[in-house]
């Protein structure tokens, strides 16, 4: 991040109360800019853009996506989950006192969409696309000493435009930029490590510098890297000149030894810091965490990282949180990720645009590779559903619109801005581009202005593909194809470093066969075991990203569903029977679950058997399947300590150990048995009626970095056994210096009021997301629900000076 003088820290913090805050990979941004906005809903008119009057402006919290305030109605679109669009305004009055020394920017890390901002009545840009991150200089327009006025406007009425949910809004964290007028420009440093090993470690660092003076400069660039506690690795400087008006890029060169290499299970950062001196001062200072790695992708062997052959797990992720939209607080992705994790994943596919800046910082820091993604369409317009998934006509807006404009800009900026992360490991310029019919034909048909011919898809990927290689060459591009057969018939797979494939684990051996000198992974596959074992079974094949990790807003089928049902995890967060299955097939270490469902017969067909609930409550009487998903060799299950038998996993083809099993009251308990000899177990009791609140919150204390708390409530009998069927409605009070931002339950069809203190319980569960509002004193948390003993959580803050 761009450090300031201490001097403007005190000024900035005086007269607009921002918060400093180092965010490196988001472009060097000072503090945050995100207090005291208001927001109104609707057009206005733009003939006064400094208009006074504020009655129809109300208070607003940056980031906000108004989408998720809903009301959801059918009336609007399934493909963005029957969620509100329609145009937003924003407005921010600030004090700032400009110098002629120093330049202000302005940076968003995403509005969507659409977007137009003013400042002091005077237009500074425009950027349609909802997902790429912008900058734009005040400096010109600032009134020194007085009051500025920063107007957005936000055209997002177009809601059908999109297959997934986008939302609406200044949905991620503004940031206020300030800078010497010789600087490092935005997204101006770039790191890579042409050669690394455990013994030794090349490193180039390309540093741009801008010199908006009258006169030519000569400054100094200098780079430190440290390992992150306390000491220097290595002090690396050069000196530059630079002309009027001019940027120049100071390249410099250095090794590092015995550099201590990231990957997934220990990823190891160090922080670079590059200052640039002018007369003895400094002028200029970024700080970013970076990474020592090395990764190939191979034909015949797959994926390679620090000279290792793994077997990319990876899950998609879209950038919404249920209740939440899409503006999601980092500590909220961070539990969700700590879950990707557990399940054995070690890789996110960032779909289908890229995701808030902070989102890359945690994959560095947790050890996940990452597929970075733009684009769900290009120059024609795919089909987005608005009564349901397949269903009625489709509508045909989109991004498509501004693409031929954009499309090159968009791309770059995404590459610029997250070159530096060690966490990516691949550009994707599109997903299922080349579906077929969707709009692209295959060559030998007859195109139209609505079905272009596929040609054009080697044609717009050859520039695209070159726009990612002028900022970054030290990553392969790709794009994940949904019609290959198709696409093989153009030049699209051959202007890609490596080739995505979207559910065709049938095409892997017969394309490796036909096209030898081709990287091939699985970039979007079913949770089918047959699509891991194509991965698994074949040693060419680099991995797999399933779709998905986690429920998502969107693509809903039909009215009231407003959200996917395809994750592994719920939209709180709480794992599904596919979760446990995932892990048997993807950890080393031993594990084992069980859950129960009701038995197939012909009436009831069960072609998918990963299925199951952590449920022992049924009537006198009922026989029940028990399934066990694990990794171990054997397991047994007990019920009220009699054995039901042992059971080989290598019986069962699915993989999925099972009993049918008369129901008793009491405890249902499988053993596994590793082949070393090992013993591990888990438990479902009978619960009684509902007693209690049980919560558990995964912050002790809020500061600076905690801001937000996950607080996991759950419905409890009397001896604390975890309700499974309760659906009771539970009541949030918050005191102190904190808010509840939303409850999450998980369900797809819930359409209760998002923002409301009360929410019905799914499963016996939701989670809450507490927010500190950055004053001292406890936070305490009151959960009720009628008829239940209730709980207090209390939280305490780190005093502020």
């Not at 995701?355 to 120059?379: I, R, S």
């Not at 990790?549 to 049902?565: F, Q, R, T």
């Not at 449920?615 to 009699?642: H, I, M, Q």
């Amino acid at each position: 991040m761009r450090k300031v003088t201490k001097s403007f820290v005190l000024m900035t913090l005086l007269m607009i109360g921002c918060q400093v805050i180092m965010y490196g990979q988001s472009g060097y941004h000072s503090v945050l800019f995100n207090d005291n906005w208001m927001f109104h809903k609707g057009d206005i008119d733009t003939s006064n853009l400094t208009r006074k009057d504020t009655a129809q402006w109300l208070p607003v919290e940056i980031p906000h996506d108004w989408s998720i305030e809903g009301p959801f109605s059918e009336n609007w679109a399934s493909g963005t989950g029957f969620a509100p669009g329609g145009v937003g305004w924003y407005r921010k009055i600030f004090k700032l006192a400009a110098k002629a020394d120093q330049q202000e920017f302005l940076y968003f890390d995403g509005v969507s969409e659409n977007s137009e901002v003013w400042i002091n009545g005077h237009l500074l840009g425009e950027r349609p696309s909802g997902v790429i991150s912008f900058q734009y200089e005040l400096s010109p327009y600032l009134k020194a000493g007085g009051n500025n006025e920063l107007l957005v406007r936000v055209d997002h009425s177009k809601f059908a435009d999109s297959r997934f949910y986008t939302g609406s809004g200044i949905y991620r964290n503004v940031y206020l930029v300030t800078t010497n007028p010789i600087h490092m420009p935005l997204w101006g440093v770039s790191f890579t490590t042409p050669k690394v090993d455990t013994n030794n470690a090349q490193v180039q660092v390309n540093v741009s510098i801008v010199n908006n003076t009258k006169s030519n400069a000569t400054v100094k660039a200098i780079c430190n890297l440290s390992d992150g506690k306390g000491w220097s690795t290595r002090h690396e400087s050069l000196q530059i000149h630079i002309g009027i008006g001019d940027t120049s890029i100071a390249k410099l060169q250095f090794n590092v030894n015995n550099p201590k290499l990231w990957s997934v299970d220990k990823p190891n950062l160090y922080q670079l810091e590059v200052t640039i001196v002018q007369d003895g001062q400094i002028i200029d200072e970024c700080q970013q965490r970076v990474g020592f790695r090395s990764f190939r992708f191979d034909p015949n062997n797959g994926f390679f990282l620090n000279g290792q052959n793994i077997k990319i797990k990876g899950v998609c992720l879209h950038d919404d949180a249920g209740v939440l939209g899409v503006a999601v607080p980092k500590e909220v992705w961070e539990r969700r990720l700590k879950i990707m994790k557990a399940a054995g994943a070690n890789a996110i596919r960032m779909a289908h645009d890229p995701h808030a800046d902070y989102f890359y910082d945690l994959c560095d820091k947790m050890g996940f590779l990452v597929m970075d993604e733009n684009f769900d369409e290009w120059e024609g317009a795919k089909n987005k559903w608005i009564e349901g998934w397949n269903k009625g006509k489709p509508g045909k807006d989109g991004p498509h619109e501004y693409f031929d404009q954009w499309g090159v800009r968009d791309i770059s900026d995404m590459v610029r801005r997250d070159r530096n992360h060690p966490c990516i490991i691949m550009w994707s310029i599109g997903n299922e581009i080349d579906y077929p019919g969707d709009p692209y034909i295959d060559p030998g048909k007859k195109p139209s202005p609505e079905h272009p011919s596929a040609t054009r898809l080697g044609e717009v990927s050859k520039e695209l593909v070159a726009a990612v290689k002028s900022y970054d060459q030290s990553r392969p591009v790709t794009a994940a194809l949904a019609g290959v057969e198709m696409s093989n018939k153009t030049t699209l797979p051959g202007n890609l470093d490596i080739v995505g494939y979207n559910y065709q684990e049938s095409r892997y051996a017969k394309d490796h066969k036909a096209y030898p000198d081709r990287v091939i992974f699985g970039s979007e596959n079913s949770k089918k075991l047959e699509a891991w074992e194509a991965v698994k079974n074949n040693d060419f094949v680099a991995g797999q990203f399933i779709w998905t990790g986690i429920d998502h807003l969107g693509e809903a089928h039909v009215w009231p569903e407003h959200a996917s049902k395809n994750g592994m995890v719920d939209m709180a967060g709480f794992p599904k029977a596919e979760y446990y299955f995932r892990q048997s097939l993807w950890l080393d270490t031993p594990m084992i679950r069980i859950g129960t469902t009701d038995i197939p017969d012909a009436k009831n067909p069960d072609p998918y058997p990963k299925q199951g609930d952590p449920d022992w409550n049924y009537a006198s009487g009922d026989r029940k399947r028990v399934n066990c998903f694990t990794n171990c060799p054997e397991a047994e299950l007990f019920l009220n300590g009699a054995s039901l038998g042992k059971k080989k996993l290598s019986d069962f083809e699915n993989r999925v150990i099972s009993w049918d099993v008369d129901y008793t009251p009491g405890d249902l308990t499988v053993k596994g048995y590793t082949a070393e000899g090992r013993t591990l177990s888990h438990t479902l009791k009978t619960a009684g009626p509902a007693y209690a609140i049980a919560a558990k919150a995964d912050a002790s204390s809020f500061d600076e970095e905690t801001r937000v708390a996950n607080v996991v409530i759950g419905i409890v009998d009397r001896n604390g056994i975890p309700v499974f069927n309760a659906g009771n409605k539970v009541t949030l009070t918050i005191t102190g210096p904190g808010k509840l931002r939303g409850l999450e339950n998980g369900a797809i069809d819930d359409m209760e009021p998002h923002g409301a203190d009360s929410k019905s319980v799914l499963h016996g569960k939701l989670v809450a997301y507490v927010e500190w509002t950055g004053k001292n004193g406890p936070v305490k948390i009151s959960i009720r629900s009628e008829g239940l003993k209730p709980q207090v959580i209390v939280i305490q803050t780190k005093k502020i000076k």
